[in-house]
Nanobody, 118 residues
């Protein structure tokens, strides 16, 4: 059974930090491209950052220099370190796994709330 379980969300003040964790099971993690998406209230879900099997990364412009994605294939886990958070980062964050080299299989986590507010 495939599972992606996010943890580490919560409420933080502007300028604060959070580290999200996505623990994967039920598939060969090292064969999958991993991404973090987010969805703010009233907005569409958007790609925030991604990391390839080999460790190549992509960041959406608003989070460049503040967010860092990493993966530990031995632990079947992907991380999202978020620093200098601001209210625009408030959203539900989702972990996604995409099979490679063909995106035949795509799995989503249940999402976790991140709230940035003073």
């Amino acid at each position: 059974q495939v599972q992606l379980v996010e943890s580490g969300g919560g409420a933080v003040q502007p300028g604060g930090s959070l580290r999200l964790t996505c623990a994967a099971s039920g598939f060969t993690f090292s064969d999958y491209f991993m991404s973090w998406y987010r969805q703010a209230p009233g907005k569409e879900r958007e790609l925030v950052t991604s990391i390839s099997n080999s460790g190549n990364t992509y960041y959406r412009d608003p989070v460049k220099g503040r967010f860092t994605i990493s993966r530990d294939n031995a632990k079947n886990t992907v991380y999202l370190q978020m620093n200098s958070l601001n209210p625009d980062d408030t959203a539900v964050y989702f972990c996604k796994a995409t099979s490679t080299p063909w995106p035949t299989y795509q799995y989503w986590g249940q999402g976790i709330q991140v709230t940035v507010s003073s």
